[in-house]
T-cell receptor, first 114, second 113 residues
Framework: GENVEQHPSTLSVQEGDSAVIKCTYSDSASNYFPWYKQELGKRPQLIID?????GEKKDQRIAVTLNKTAKHFSLHITETQPEDSAVYFC?????????????FGRGTQLTVWP | DTEVTQTPKHLVMGMTNKKSLKCEQHMGHRAMYWYKQKAKKPPELMFVYSYEKLSINESVPSRFSPECPNSSLLNLHLHALQPEDSALYLC????????????FGDGTRLSIL
């Protein structure tokens, strides 16, 4: 099955700096890659996603890049703010018999210091 | 605002009790999911329903019994749970099951005494 590795497990940055979280996946058939943000005690919230026919996608301060050849994708947050502090999960999904199943990374605890 | 509504928000039950968790969405989504999440861990998939039919059961113990009465509702019936079943139970929905964004509810925090 699919295996998603996520790094780092913890990340501390100063307000205004950039943060980068990286994920690798093992199954070349994976074709959908969402990122979720989960604040303490709250639900996972989809913040951005990318499909395998696209190399990069941006939404204001957040961007995701995908390298299909190397099987890795990354989340980039620019001009970080204290409210960006949360756990971020990457995930990968593919079709076939596992349609609908998201394979999650283990998560990154991001702390933004004011 | 959360578009996937889960009730109750908190539930404490004994190991011999029977209870149900409820999930509702009115976005016209035809895929619905149950996840279990332990502290500081990613969500673990339990069940997937596609067009009201069970399409994935991740080898979940029979003390968890899902039900999808219609396209907007998803239930999870609980019976004879164990202390290790204490967790946050999340419901999610997506337009269809094929690689679409999944939107999560706020979850039910379940504690087994």
């Amino acid at each position: 099955g699919e295996n998603v590795e996520q790094h780092p497990s913890t990340l501390s940055v100063q307000e205004g700096d950039s943060a980068v979280i990286k994920c690798t996946y093992s199954d070349s058939a994976s074709n959908y890659f969402p990122w979720y943000k989960q604040e303490l005690g709250k639900r996972p919230q989809l913040i951005i996603d990318i499909r395998s026919n696209v190399g990069e996608k941006k939404d204001q301060r957040i961007a995701v890049t995908l390298n299909k050849t190397a099987k890795h994708f990354s989340l980039h947050i620019t001009e970080t703010q204290p409210e960006d502090s949360a756990v971020y999960f990457c995930a990968a999904s593919r079709g076939g018999s596992t349609l609908g199943r998201l394979y999650f990374g283990r998560g990154t605890q991001l702390t933004v210091w004011p | 605002d959360t578009e996937v509504t889960q009730t109750p928000k908190h539930l404490v039950m004994g190991m011999t009790n029977k209870k149900s968790l409820k999930c509702e969405q009115h976005m016209g989504h035809r895929a619905m999911y149950w996840y279990k999440q332990k502290a500081k861990k990613p969500p673990e998939l339990m069940f997937v329903y596609s067009y009201e039919k069970l399409s994935i059961n991740e080898s979940v113990p029979s003390r968890f019994s899902p039900e999808c009465p219609n396209s907007s509702l998803l239930n999870l019936h609980l019976h004879a749970l164990q202390p290790e079943d204490s967790a946050l139970y999340l419901c999610a929905s997506s337009q269809v099951v094929a690689n679409q964004p999944q939107h999560f509810g706020d979850g039910t925090r379940l504690s087994i005494l």
